[in-house]
């Protein structure tokens, strides 16, 4: 951890300056908080929202703490792959670089829905509209020194499981179980994108991130199903008292985005028990996320769905061993 530093805060994160930055889902929630402080570190930050009213009330919160901040609105709706086609040309003629892309956003705990493309909306649009997010944005990725890709998860990605035989779920939907699919495809997408960047040794990476309990509540549920009742109930008294800060949720986005010491492939988390709450620290991808052939076998899938191919990737990955 830089600076050998235990309880990294928001006061830790380093000057930004000169650096154009996209998160996606900046208005509300971890989204905001990231945008805030990177904006205050001096980046340029792109806030990719899905309409201007939502971006509004956020630039303001935003300028209100920072009244030089250097902000701009993208629309993006990952829910439709022609708008995150269209968001990333806008964004490639306005801009020669991008130093940090954040995915950030993403939609949990759903009523069966589709994406305006007819993939299942939690898989569609935290997944694979972040994967043709970051295709389309590949060619400044690249041109740009020490580049970062951070893509959030979920500590529920170790319940989840891809069920290529029916990833829209039509055979017995259940929303945690949709949930957990698209955080665990987020996963193993950090770690083939990070493996395909290594094989052609780009000078970017691909790091993971999660908040923990502050961020979302699907620690209950996780813990219930997995059987440990008492971590449940835990979680459960716990989740409003972090949720009181929620800045805490943003840390491990932001320690992955500007820290030093990060590398290709790290997952940053919180540093408590089960990683449910704390300050940043390097987590645990678990085995299924590490796996180098399902996560190939997704990559593979999602070029398919999504029509986006990644250039000199497409052919970049690594065989492990």
């Known amino acids: 951890m830089s600076g050998n530093k235990k309880h990294w805060r928001e006061e830790d994160v380093p000057s930004?300056?000169?650096?154009?930055?996209?998160?996606?889902?900046?208005?509300?929630?971890?989204?905001?908080?990231?945008?805030?402080?990177?904006?205050?570190?001096?980046?340029?930050?792109?806030m990719a929202c899905r309409s201007w009213e939502k971006a509004e009330g956020a630039m303001e919160t935003i300028?209100?703490?920072t009244p030089?901040?250097?902000?701009?609105?993208l629309q993006l709706d990952l829910?439709?792959?022609?708008?995150?086609?269209q968001a990333a040309e806008s964004f490639r003629e306005r801009h020669p670089r991008l130093d940090r892309l954040i995915n950030n956003a993403g939609v949990m705990w759903l009523p069966p829905s589709r994406t305006a493309d007819g993939f299942e909306m939690q898989f569609g649009t935290n997944?694979?509209?972040?994967?043709?997010?970051?295709?389309?944005?590949?060619?400044v990725l690249l041109s740009t020194p020490r580049a970062r890709v951070v893509t959030v998860s979920s500590i529920g990605h170790r319940m989840g499981?891809?069920?290529?035989?029916?990833?829209?779920?039509?055979?017995?939907?259940?929303?945690?179980?949709?949930?957990?699919?698209?955080?665990?495809?987020?996963?193993?997408?950090?770690h083939e994108l990070q493996r395909r960047l290594e094989a052609v040794d780009a000078d970017v990476i691909s790091v993971g991130a999660h908040p923990g309990v502050a961020g979302t509540n699907l620690a209950t549920p996780l813990f219930e199903q997995t059987g440990r009742t008492r971590l449940a109930a835990l979680t459960q008294r716990l989740a409003?008292?972090?949720?009181?800060?929620?800045?805490?949720?943003?840390?491990?986005?932001?320690?992955a985005a500007t820290e030093s010491d990060v590398r290709g492939g790290d997952y940053i988390g919180p540093h408590g028990l089960w990683e449910i709450y704390g300050y940043p620290k390097?987590?645990?991808s678990s085995r299924r996320a590490l796996d180098p052939q399902l996560a190939r076998q997704l990559w593979d899938v999602s070029t398919e769905l999504s029509g986006v191919e990644y250039g000199m990737l497409r052919q970049g990955h690594s065989h492990p061993g």
């Open 16 to 46: 930004m300056a000169g650096t154009t930055v996209l998160v996606t889902g900046a208005n509300s929630g971890l989204g905001l908080d990231t945008a805030r402080v990177l904006a205050a570190r001096e980046a340029h930050v792109v």
């Open 63 to 65: 300028r209100a703490a």
């Open 68 to 73: 030089g901040a250097s902000l701009e609105f």
């Open 79 to 85: 829910s439709s792959l022609a708008s995150v086609k």
């Open 127 to 139: 997944h694979l509209g972040h994967f043709a997010l970051t295709g389309h944005l590949l060619p």
């Open 161 to 190: 499981r891809i069920h290529f035989d029916d990833l829209n779920l039509e055979n017995g939907y259940a929303k945690q179980k949709a949930y957990a699919q698209s955080k665990l495809a987020n996963l193993l997408f950090v």
């Open 240 to 255: 409003p008292v972090l949720a009181r800060d929620p800045i805490k949720g943003a840390l491990p986005t932001l320690y």
């Open 282 to 284: 390097k987590g645990r």
